[in-house]
């Protein structure tokens, strides 16, 4: 009976644990999948940012107060997606 029992807890403790091992390789994709995700994110970000500033730049729309807030809104943006990144990455 002591056997049958040990048989049994050992099988559950060896099916538990190659469960817990899948588990964390399967997170561990994901979050290596958001991370190289995010990143560009990040890149698209900075991109539409110095696209808006190029914009801004030119003689027919500077001093446009709708592209200056769009800008300043991209910076801001750019700035929480860094900081996002920053505090997950450590």
């Known amino acids: ?4 029992i040990s048989i ?3 099988f559950l403790f060896v099916a538990i644990f190659v469960a817990s091992i899948w588990a964390n390789v399967f997170l561990l994709r994901k979050l ?4 190289e995700n995010f ?3 990040i890149n698209s970000t900075d991109e539409f940012s110095r696209h808006l500033e190029k914009i801004y730049e030119m003689p027919t729309f500077y001093g446009d107060e709708s592209l200056q807030q769009l800008i300043s809104h991209s910076r801001e943006l750019r700035q929480e ?3 996002f990144q920053n505090r997950y990455s450590e």
């Open 81 to 83: 997606l860094a900081d």
């Open 32 to 35: 290596l999948y958001f991370n």
């Open 39 to 41: 990143q560009q994110v």
């Open 8 to 10: 049994i807890g050992i």
């Open 1 to 4: 009976m002591i056997e049958t």
